[in-house]
Nanobody, 119 residues
Framework: QVQLVESGGGLVQPGGSLRLFCAAS????????MGWYRQAPGKQRELVAR???????NYADSVKGRFTISRDNAKNTVYLQMNSLKPEDTAVYYC?????????????WGQGTQVTVSS
């Protein structure tokens, strides 16, 4: 059994910052790519940022220069530093990871954490 647990969401004013955390636990042999997605009301879930096990990153155009994804392989954790937040960043943010568990590679999701950017 593999679990992803996110934390760090909340309410912040425009221009503010938040840091999201996601920790993977369970029977994990290895973790490949990890990433953050978001879903705003009435919209489809979209990629925010992704990072490979080797540290290569890619970002949605809308967050480039404002968000930074990083990971700690020893702790099976991925982070998302969000700066210069805008109201359009408001969404539920989901952690995702491709994990080898019991020799089965699957894509796992966290339960989501709400980020609200509002004055």
């Amino acid at each position: 059994q593999v679990q992803l647990v996110e934390s760090g969401g909340g309410l912040v004013q425009p221009g503010g910052s938040l840091r999201l955390f996601c920790a993977a636990s369970g029977r994990i042999f290895s973790i490949y790519a990890m990433g953050w997605y978001r879903q705003a009301p009435g919209k489809q879930r979209e990629l925010v940022a992704r990072i490979t096990s080797g540290g290569r990153t890619n970002y949605a155009d809308s967050v480039k220069g404002r968000f930074t994804i990083s990971r700690d392989n020893a702790k099976n954790t991925v982070y998302l530093q969000m700066n210069s937040l805008k109201p359009e960043d408001t969404a539920v943010y989901y952690c995702n990871a491709d994990i080898n568990s019991d020799y089965h590679i699957g894509s796992y999701w966290g339960q989501g954490t709400q980020v609200t950017v509002s004055s």
